[in-house]
């Protein structure tokens, strides 16, 4: 089971993440300049952005960024979430797509900190794609880490994005530093009171 951690020690923020996956995702490590034209891939829905950070990733499947870090500090971490449901493609029609493969680069590409990713995520909304190889649809969630110590997790239940931060005061630094695969946010929390 993947797990992220981010941990915060005198005015310094780390974050950590583990790859347990079930088989080799063609993983590699991709460099990125600032100024480069994007697009969701998501046909027709796509959004399109011109990239305003340098970032370095770890990709899955020689295709999507799963992790990553910009030039400003900003973290993100795609992780596995099998109750995961995104909205159809063109189902909304006041926001762009942005296919999951890119979800985590456009944070990249895009954000300086927590805050201004929760913004972002107001103006698309991501859909899914298949596992290469494999055929079976990309369940993830996605956690954003920032140098203050902030964090957010961004989850999709019945087609719904879900946003737990701390920014807004619904949850403490402590409840969203942690993130596993399974089960969706909420029930993590529970898990962890219980224990």
């Known amino acids: 089971m993947c797990t992220r951690v981010a941990y ?15 088989d080799w995702s063609d993983a590699g490590v991709w460099v990125y300049p600032a100024g480069l034209q994007r697009n969701g891939a998501a046909g027709d829905y796509s959004c399109e952005w011109v990239s305003q950070y340098k970032s370095v990733t770890a990709s899955s499947y020689d295709g999507a960024t799963a992790d990553g870090l910009n030039e400003m500090g900003l973290s993100v971490n795609l992780l596995w979430l099998a109750v995961s449901t995104y909205p159809k493609l063109g189902a909304d029609k006041n926001r762009k797509a942005l296919s999951i493969s890119c979800w985590a680069q456009y944070i990249l590409d895009l954000c ?4 201004d990713a929760i913004e972002k995520m107001k103006s698309v ?10 055929g079976n649809a990309v369940e993830c969630h996605l956690s954003v ?3 203050s110590g ?8 019945n087609g719904e994005l879900m946003v737990y931060t701390n920014v807004d005061g619904k949850y403490t630094r402590e409840q969203v530093r942690i993130m596993t695969n399974e089960p969706a ?7 962890n009171a219980y224990w």
């Open 145 to 147: 880490s920032d140098p």
């Open 8 to 22: 915060m020690d005198r005015n310094r923020a780390f974050t950590g993440r583990n790859f347990d996956w079930v």
């Open 125 to 134: 909304y991501v859909v899914s794609t298949v596992v290469p190889g494999r």
């Open 112 to 115: 300086t900190d927590v805050p």
């Open 150 to 157: 902030n964090s957010a997790i961004f989850e999709y239940v």
């Open 185 to 191: 946010f909420p029930k993590q929390l529970q898990l």
